[in-house]
């Protein structure tokens, strides 16, 4: 869907304003990512990009949306948002990226996110936490 159906979709009353400037955030970020560009991009949110690239499913890559919530990638997976699916978590600033990468658990768009032998947990509690859907490969 390109910006001009999500703004006829907003002034509809389909999307919010946060979801068009996600959309042109990822968007951007996905022409600088594949550019000469890339440098442009902050260390931190390139490797937050790659990661989320590495974990996704290959039908989600195959399909160009993730199976299980419908969201387009891989835009959408540069972009600050969490998947709706679940996939993985919302984009870390540095600090919190270097301790999330290192192992500990972070608290971040209201779920515990959790690296272990690199696979991505998530849940609503520390200690009760579950296969992020971008896990099965």
Not at 102 to 131: A, C, H, M, R, T
Request: proline letters at 1%; aromatic letters at 16%; one cysteine or more.
């Amino acid at each position: 869907m390109g910006i001009r159906n999500h703004l006829i979709n907003l002034f509809r009353g389909n999307h919010s304003v946060v979801d068009v400037w996600y959309y042109i955030q990822g968007n951007f970020r996905y022409r600088l990512y594949y550019s000469n560009w890339r440098f442009l991009i902050r260390k931190h949110i390139k490797e937050q990009i790659g990661f989320r690239i590495s974990i996704m499913r290959k039908e989600c890559f195959d399909n160009g949306e993730c199976v299980m919530c419908g969201c387009s990638t891989t835009a959408l997976q540069m972009c600050n948002k969490v998947c709706d699916g679940m996939c993985y978590p919302p984009m870390m600033w540095w600090h919190e990226w270097v301790f999330f990468k290192n192992g500990e658990v972070l608290y971040k768009g209201g779920l515990y996110w959790k690296l272990i032998d690199e696979q991505l947990y998530f849940g609503k509690e520390s200690n009760k936490l579950e296969k992020a859907c971008g896990n099965s490969k």
